[in-house]
T-cell receptor
Framework: QKEVEQDPGPLSVPEGAIVSLNCTYSNSAFQYFMWYRQYSRKGPELLMYTYSSGNKEDGRFTAQVDKSSKYISLFIRDSQPSDSATYLCAGARSGNQGGKLIFGQGTELSVKP | EAQVTQNPRYLITVTGKKLTVTCSQNMNHEYMSWYRQDPGLGLRQIYYSMNVEVTDKGDVPEGYKVSRKEKRNFPLILESPSPNQTSLYFC???????????FGPGTRLTVT
């Protein structure tokens, strides 16, 4: 079983839709939960992170972690064509050596005008 | 501009021909890592380095070597590449916050 599971999609939505991206994880030691965004032919870039359980909002993006169910979510409101990318969830232990992030497979999102 | 650079960006080679992919960061980060990205498997860590002359294996280190002689550079060495090392490779660096990794643009390697 992979430590972080993510539906690879692809997911296609119309512009303006609310997008929900989800991951599950199995490692109870994870304290940090991240969402990275990867545009085609580019390296991943950090979009948002959450420490432990709870919600975090940044503009149109909301990250949510439920440690009791080991569930990670990213919500995108009023989605735009520029949001079209692959979204990678990741988990990490607190103070882990080498900055080892455990990534999900990534979900490819396409927002159609 | 703060960045991680990798070279080459694209490489096609033959089985057994040694190659090196370079990685350099200008943010004075202590930690550097190499990942490979494969369809259906996501990003997996190959090796990481916590500082100069300190390196350790990640999840998939077989067939790879690294060295960290300077803080800014972290080259990935494939002594005898094989077709199963065909992949997209990313170098990353960070300061002391595990979640905030900065990735390079990637190197697409094909081994025939």
């Amino acid at each position: 079983q992979k430590e972080v599971e993510q539906d690879p999609g692809p997911l296609s939505v119309p512009e303006g839709a609310i997008v929900s991206l989800n991951c599950t994880y199995s490692n109870s030691a994870f304290q940090y939960f991240m969402w990275y965004r990867q545009y085609s032919r580019k390296g991943p870039e950090l979009l948002m992170y959450t420490y432990s359980s709870g919600n975090k909002e940044d503009g149109r993006f909301t990250a949510q972690v439920d440690k009791s169910s080991k569930y990670i979510s990213l919500f995108i409101r009023d989605s735009q064509p520029s949001d079209s990318a692959t979204y990678l969830c990741a988990g990490a232990r607190s103070g882990n050596q080498g900055g080892k992030l455990i990534f999900g497979q990534g979900t490819e999102l396409s927002v159609k005008p | 501009e703060a960045q991680v650079t990798q070279n080459p960006r694209y490489l096609i080679t033959v089985t057994g021909k040694k190659l090196t992919v370079t990685c350099s960061q200008n943010m004075n980060h202590e930690y550097m890592s190499w990942y490979r990205q494969d369809p259906g498997l996501g990003l997996r860590q190959i090796y990481y380095s916590m500082n100069v002359e300190v390196t350790d294996k990640g999840d998939v280190p077989e067939g790879y070597k690294v060295s960290r002689k300077e803080k800014r550079n972290f080259p990935l060495i494939l002594e005898s590449p094989s077709p199963n090392q065909t992949s997209l490779y990313f170098c990353a660096s960070r300061h002391d916050r595990a979640y905030e990794q900065y990735f390079g643009p990637g190197t697409r390697l094909t081994v025939t």
